[in-house]
């Protein structure tokens, strides 16, 4: 992690986007419309009212989406692109996803998939889902995080936390499986810290709280279900990092879930 992230200069929702989009996923965003359209030959090298690709792209770019009248396009392709790249470029972060979800029409059969690659990769709180964006991550999700890594009286738990983000958001080369292992050891690390026993599992943890009549019992066993996290080696964690594609939304879960899962334990001890 960063020292501006480590120093909460920078925000767990500067890395992890929503209400936002970033430079890099602007530009890569914009990249993938070039590649796919704005660089076809019939599209930068025609003229308006050619009546041909660029033409028909561009006449209904101005008259469904900018609401324009399609004669104040310029008259050669290259020109056009530039007057959208110029917008593009303008643009409000929902107007990105706006104009993305407009311009699924003229893009392959493999475009949804290829703009949630992109989306994964700079950690956008959005994903596309039948030609459109629907919201991952939210600021609830975010500020869980945030609380979470803010654990001065619990340094293992937050240093923990810290690993796990720093693995995620990684742009280069992320570390899927660290990350999930790392959120997991926080767990664990804030199960021992409320046990008093620095070999404790959440189990431990759980059952302690139980006995002192902190959650019922019915709810411990449900946690203990979910998480897996008693017994590491039938556990979420042995299931998890033995998948062969482990993903950046499965990183991100596991995140925000054990996160809410430490604040959850610290509220109660």
């Known amino acids: 992690m960063k020292f501006s992230e480590r120093m909460g200069f920078k925000k767990v929702s500067d890395i992890l986007q929503v209400g936002d989009v970033s430079v890099a996923l602007k530009n890569s965003i914009w990249n993938f419309l070039d590649d796919k359209i704005w660089s076809r030959s019939d599209f930068r090298f025609s003229d308006r ?34 007057q959208i790249r110029d917008w593009f470029f303008g643009a409000v972060w929902y107007e990105i996803y706006d104009f993305v979800e407009f311009m699924f029409a003229f893009l392959g ?12 990769r700079e950690l956008a709180g959005y994903r596309c889902l039948n030609g459109v964006f629907v919201q991952v991550t ?19 738990v937050e240093a923990h936390l810290e690993s796990a983000l720093d693995h995620l958001s990684r742009k280069q080369n992320p570390d899927y ?16 810290e409320l046990t008093g026993n620095d070999k404790a599992t959440l189990g431990d943890a759980l059952s302690k709280m139980e006995k002192e009549g902190k959650f019922h019992p019915a709810l411990r066993k449900a946690l203990s279900s979910l998480y897996g996290y008693t017994s590491d080696a ?3 964690r042995h299931a998890m990092l033995d998948e062969p594609n482990v993903t950046g939304d499965d990183a991100k879960f596991m995140l925000v879930a054990c996160s809410a899962f430490v604040n959850y334990m610290k509220g109660k001890a």
């Open 49 to 82: 009212d050619d009546g041909g690709y660029g033409d028909a792209v561009s006449r209904l770019i101005w008259s469904d989406y900018f609401k324009e009248p399609a004669d104040t396009r310029k008259w050669h392709g290259y020109e056009i692109v530039k």
């Open 234 to 236: 039938d556990g979420i």
């Open 109 to 120: 059969p493999l475009a949804e998939s290829e703009i949630n690659g992109l989306l994964e």
């Open 177 to 192: 499986r660290n990350s999930i292992k790392e959120a997991i050891s926080a767990v664990e690390s804030m199960a021992r």
């Open 138 to 156: 939210s600021e609830v999700e975010l500020d869980s995080i945030q609380k979470a890594l803010n654990s001065s009286a619990y340094a293992g």
